[in-house]
């Protein structure tokens, strides 16, 4: 099996490198192969070091690598940060002004090939030539991006690429990335679709029903609205940007009480403004979905880069008692159909259902089978006025806890909502034992979350080694288990895709068999592994924590294992 | 109006079976500032179903729990955040939010200046009387300098903004200012801003004689009424129809100050416990609002797309 390839562009902002990976991406996919994209970028529009990284091969694949093959160095400080991370195998493409003296090296004379505002797409010839794409798939995907538009444009584009492939067939060395032939493996009648993690969410959120969506920009969440916009024309869906995150969540939460199937989505600074909207939905029992795309943090932390450092935070956000749920997705395709599910939960439950997602997942793009709609009904939010008991109560004190919800100016029914305690007819009251009668109607409402929770996915061996994670970091965690496999080893995973509520009988016993158990999160403290522990007793003992801003890779998490296996002794 | 008519109006309205005695203490000009606002509804003929009532917290934001409307008693300050969002899920029906000075234009002032700027088809009803009641008598915004309070002993330091200023500054499409003295002209104003097309702001001075009168030593609620009755100076509507002049002539007992004429107040003086201020219609200008500019994007994007179908034919 031909190893995967890992392709590294780096550059400052505003040299058009993701533009080269976008290309490069298309163009592979089209072609039927496996991509993974990622990115990291500095918080500017200009300058820094930027990052767009993909990975090539057999796949599927869902992370990164951390050494880099084919390295494209659109300014020095690139060859020097990146150095290190070269396999002995790599290639260096790099302008000959700043090329180092490394086997491997590529010096081009960019200046010779056309302007330099054109120096991005010489280098994705260059690059297409490395891999050997044929000539058309990368022009095609040129076409596509600049499109009739600008046709001057497109002939100096096609011009400096046939410049480029014509200098790389007299200098390129020998390599050996070619990629095999694909047409023989892939099915190319079989579409794809190239999506990020906040495109599968905006997509999820669309198909389960979504109508409102109020947001403050905020990265890594903003992508996610960006999304739903392209979108809205078509699916009737409205989207506004309030002035801040408290006007978001409680515009959300209007819509949803006048019936609009509604969402939030924002990152762990805009959701602590958010907390008190929260509570609100909680107290008048309306139906709002929260999307928080993690970042680091404490404060402004690291706004482009990755952590699951929020769990807790979005756990306990929102004074007062009140269940929530917290599905959080662990692959493209988690995002679609766990944004469609945590829709029709929160219309259900009538209480603030999560979306826990973070940066990585946000900006890691991969291709995918078109999704499967059946089985996503959308959401068709409040009761029948025709079907409620007279006199309507909006928060009639049932078994389950559920209230009949109508809407307002549908009926003769008059429709109430109050954020303080309130009677069955939702008027304020300071009574006491009709305030226990509904702290106890509202947490009753956690045993409908609990019928519904999605349980944790086992792959692999039981009984040996037990890699558990959960949100994001099942792809790099399931990689380094296959690797593992291969080294013979007996090695399992267990990802929750759902952190709350928590259903011991669909897991405890896998924790207690399991010879080794390692938990394995994107915080400093082990935030999961601490709610398992209080939700069942059972300490996992062993953690592999990252929170330097980056997401976590296979190797990153072999090595760990290696070198805690050697702490803490060969069991 | 008859007493019967009254009388009529209170049982169609008021949840009187069920909510009262109210909150308010004896005196308080809420009560008729809620009866301005179900009169004013009565007069355009609106259906209890088709309006929806929502607040904030704090003594005017009790007024839905007495009103039987679709109503909502939010949280403070956000009610004009909720407000925005069941007008854009539900344009068809007719949005009012009841709030006091600070929950308006203190814990809610981000919301209240870009809801004025948005423009989108709701009424807001602010009362102000210049402190916050229901905590107990700590300065708000409009708290005027050198005013004593629960939180300012020694008198006031900061300086009283005036929010019907702000509501035109910020792009409010109507704003008037009346008072709890001058009922029949706020009966009038009130009706002006729920027909009002656009983002309408309705300021109401009124005064708290428990928190605020009687650590200024102001008087009884009687004296405080008269003092807004002295202060206020009509201005001349900007718009031909409903100046407060004719509004006023219904109930004549009530008509503005002596100096009821445009250009006798060169500004307001809220930043004292005695300055005058002007009543009336402050701003009224035409332009689109929110839902209009909505349904146009829609309506120019589908044509682009049918364009774009057909070129590519």
């Known amino acids: 099996m031909q190893q995967d390839i890992q392709i590294l562009i780096g550059g400052e902002a505003g040299q058009g490198l993701v533009t080269i990976g976008q290309l490069l991406g298309k163009a592979l996919v089209r072609a039927g192969r496996e991509i993974f994209a990622s990115q990291t970028y500095h918080s500017r529009v200009r300058g820094g070091h930027n990052t767009f990284a993909m990975r090539v091969g057999a796949g599927p694949f869902a992370a990164p690598r951390e050494s880099i093959d084919i390295l494209v160095a659109l300014n020095a400080e690139t060859v020097e940060l990146h150095r290190p991370q070269l396999t002995k195998r790599a290639l260096i493409i790099a302008d000959a002004a700043f090329a180092p003296e490394l086997p491997g090296a590529i010096a081009v004379p960019f200046g010779e090939l056309g302007p330099e505002k054109l120096w991005n797409t010489a280098a994705l010839a260059l690059l297409g030539q490395v891999l050997g794409l044929q000539e058309q798939q990368l022009y095609q995907a040129v076409e596509a991006t600049l499109g009739q538009k600008k046709p001057e444009l497109l002939e100096e584009n096609q011009e400096i690429m046939k410049k480029s492939r014509e200098w790389a067939k007299a200098h390129l ?77 409680n515009m959300a939460i209007g819509a949803a009480f006048a019936g609009a199937p509604a969402m939030v989505a924002t990152s762990g600074g805009g959701f602590a403004l958010m907390a008190e909207g929260i509570s609100l939905a909680a107290m008048t029992e309306t139906p709002v979905l929260t999307v928080v795309a993690q970042r680091p943090g404490p404060a402004t932390g690291m706004p482009t880069r990755t952590e ?50 973070d940066q990585f997942l946000a900006d890691s793009a991969r291709p995918v089978t078109p999704f499967e709609l059946n089985g996503i009904t959308p959401v068709r939010p409040g009761d029948d006025p025709e079907k409620v008991a007279t006199p309507y109560r909006r928060y009639r004190l049932t078994p389950d806890g559920l209230s009949p919800r109508l809407l307002p100016g549908l009926s003769e029914h008059l429709v109430v909502a109050d954020s303080d305690e309130h009677d069955e007819d939702g008027h304020l009251s300071e009574d006491y034992g009709l305030r226990t009668a509904m702290v106890k109607k509202r947490l009753q409402k956690l045993e409908l979350l609990k019928e519904e929770v999605t349980a944790p996915t086992l792959e692999g061996d039981q009984d040996a080694l037990l890699l558990v994670c959960w949100g994001s970091s099942l792809g790099p965690v399931r990689e380094a288990a296959a690797i593992l496999r291969d080294r013979g080893l007996k090695v399992g995973t267990l990802h929750f895709s759902q952190v709350w509520p928590l259903l011991p009988e669909q897991f405890l016993d896998l924790l207690q068999k399991a010879d080794r158990v390692v938990g394995v999160e994107g915080n400093a403290t082990g935030q999961f592994a601490r709610l398992i522990r209080r939700e069942t007793g059972f300490t996992i003992a062993e953690l592999i924590n990252r929170y330097d801003g980056l997401p976590f890779t296979a190797d990153f998490l072999l090595e760990r294992l290696e070198t805690q296996r050697a702490e803490t002794g060969d069991r | 109006m008859k007493m019967e008519k009254v009388e009529q109006l209170r049982h169609y309205y008021l949840r009187h079976d069920k909510k009262f005695p109210h909150v308010w ?42 009103a039987d409307f679709n109503t909502l008693h939010t949280t403070h300050g956000r009610a004009l955040t909720f407000a925005t969002g069941i007008k854009l899920a539900r344009p068809e029906l007719n949005l009012i939010t009841v709030m006091g000075d600070g929950d308006a234009t203190g814990i809610g002032g981000n919301h209240f200046i870009h809801a004025a700027r948005r423009n989108l088809n709701l009424t807001a009803i602010i009362i102000n009387n210049q402190i916050y009641g229901m905590t107990g008598g700590q300065y708000s915004p409009t708290t005027p300098y050198g005013a004593k309070a629960a939180t300012a002993t020694g008198g006031h330091l900061e300086h009283a903004f005036s929010i019907a200023d702000l509501a035109v500054t910020a792009g409010a499409s109507f704003v008037a200012r009346g008072t709890v003295y001058h009922v029949p002209h706020l009966d009038k104003l009130i009706e002006q801003g729920i027909r009002k097309n656009g983002f309408a702001v309705i300021e109401i001075m009124a005064y708290c004689h428990t928190q605020f009168g009687r650590r200024n030593k102001m008087g009884d609620a009687v004296t405080m009424m008269e003092k807004l009755r002295d202060r206020a100076v009509a201005v001349k509507d900007p718009g031909a129809a409903g100046s407060p002049g004719t509004a006023v002539a219904a109930g004549a007992s009530d008509t503005p100050g002596a100096a009821a004429s445009a250009g006798a107040l060169d500004s307001d003086s809220l930043d004292t416990l005695d300055g005058k201020f002007a009543i009336g219609v402050l701003t009224d200008v035409e332009k689109p609002d929110y839902i209009a500019e909505y349904a146009r994007l829609r309506a120019a994007s589908r044509l682009n797309a049918q364009n774009a179908g057909n070129a590519g034919k």
């Open chain 1, 308 to 357: 699951q450092g929020d769990l807790e935070f979005v756990l306990h956000a929102g004074h007062g008692e009140f269940p929530r749920a917290i599905l959080a997705p662990g692959s493209i395709e988690e995002c679609f159909t766990l944004t469609a599910r945590a829709l029709a939960l929160t219309e259900r439950s009538q209480s603030p259902v999560f979306l826990l997602t």
């Open chain 1, 173 to 249: 060395p020998e390599h050996d990335f070619v990629l095999a032939d694909a047409t023989a493996t892939a099915d190319s009648t079989q579409k794809r679709l190239l999506l990020n993690g906040n495109q599968a969410i905006a997509l999820g959120a669309l198909a389960g029903g979504l109508k409102f969506c109020a947001f403050y920009p905020m990265t890594p969440s903003t992508s996610v609205v960006l999304e739903l916009i392209t979108h809205a024309e078509t699916m009737g869906c409205v989207i506004e940007q309030a002035e801040d995150e408290i006007a978001a969540i």
């Open chain 2, 25 to 66: 203490c004896p005196g308080c000009g809420n009560g008729i500032i809620l009866g301005s606002l179900i009169r004013a509804i009565d007069k355009i003929g609106l259906s209890k179903d088709e309006v929806v009532l929502a607040s904030g917290i704090g003594c005017a934001g009790r007024m839905p729990v007495y």
